[in-house]
C-alpha cells in the first residue's frame, strides 16, 4: 500500500485509485482524474515518457455533394438549407435552385462561396437535434436514416420512434447511444 501512495503522490492528484472510492473498495481500478485540458495530465505524460496529453482528434470527413449530385444526402442538404432560412425545393437533385442557396448560404457564414456541401458547409449547415425538436433538420435526419435501412417516417417530429431509430443508428456505427444528433452522428449519417 506505501508504494501506492508513493505513485499517487507522484501523479500529483491526476490519477485516482479505486482503494479510496468512499463506497465499495476497488484496489485494482486506477482513473484519470482530471480533465483533458488540465495542465498536471500533460505534466505527468511528459514525466513517464508519453506524449504531452490527448491528442488532437481526427479530422472528420464529409461526403461532398455538388451540382450534379442526386440522392438522399442532397435532399439532406436541401433540408437543412431551409432549416437555416434558405429558399430551396426538396428534391434530391442538385441544380441551379440548390447551388443558388448553397453559395448565399456560404456566403452568410463568410465561407467560400463555391456552391460545393464539403465539410466546412456541412459543418456549418448541420445542428443538434433530439427528442422534441421539429422542422427540416429533422427530417435531413430521418432521410437519412430512412436511406441507412433505418425506419423513420420524414414527418419533420423527432418523436420517440424517430429517437428508436437514431439510437439503433447510433449503436451500429459504435457512437455514443444517447439519441441525440450532433456533429458526429450527422457526420455518420451523411457517409
Excluded at 499517487?8 to 481500478?29: A, I
Excluded at 495530465?41 to 496529453?53: D, H, K
Excluded at 435552385?97 to 452568410?108: E, I, L
Aim: net charge neutral; proline share 2%.
Amino acid at each position: 500500500m506505501s508504494a501506492i501512495r508513493t505513485i499517487l503522490t507522484r501523479c500529483n492528484g491526476v490519477v485516482r485509485w479505486g482503494g479510496d472510492y468512499s463506497g465499495r473498495k476497488d484496489e485494482m481500478h486506477f482513473e484519470i482524474n482530471v480533465g483533458p485540458g488540465d495542465s498536471r495530465l500533460a505534466t505527468l505524460a511528459a514525466s513517464l515518457g508519453g506524449g504531452g496529453g490527448t491528442p488532437d482528434p481526427e479530422p472528420i470527413a464529409w461526403t461532398t455533394v455538388r451540382s450534379g449530385s442526386s440522392g438522399f444526402r442532397v435532399r439532406t442538404a436541401q433540408y437543412l438549407l431551409r432549416q437555416r432560412g434558405q429558399s430551396v425545393s426538396v428534391d434530391g437533385v442538385f441544380g441551379s435552385g440548390t447551388d443558388a442557396a448553397v453559395r448565399a448560404f456560404q456566403s452568410s457564414r463568410g465561407l467560400g462561396a463555391d456552391g460545393i456541401v464539403g465539410t466546412d458547409t456541412w459543418i456549418a449547415l448541420v445542428l443538434t437535434v433530439q427528442s422534441g425538436s421539429s422542422g427540416d433538420a429533422v427530417r435531413g435526419v430521418q432521410t437519412c436514416l430512412s436511406a441507412k435501412g433505418f425506419a423513420a417516417s420524414v414527418d419533420g417530429a423527432f418523436g420517440s420512434g424517430t429517437d428508436s431509430a437514431v439510437r439503433s443508428f447510433q449503436s451500429s456505427r459504435r457512437l455514443v447511444v444517447d439519441g441525440v444528433v450532433g456533429s458526429d452522428t450527422w457526420q455518420a449519417l451523411e457517409a
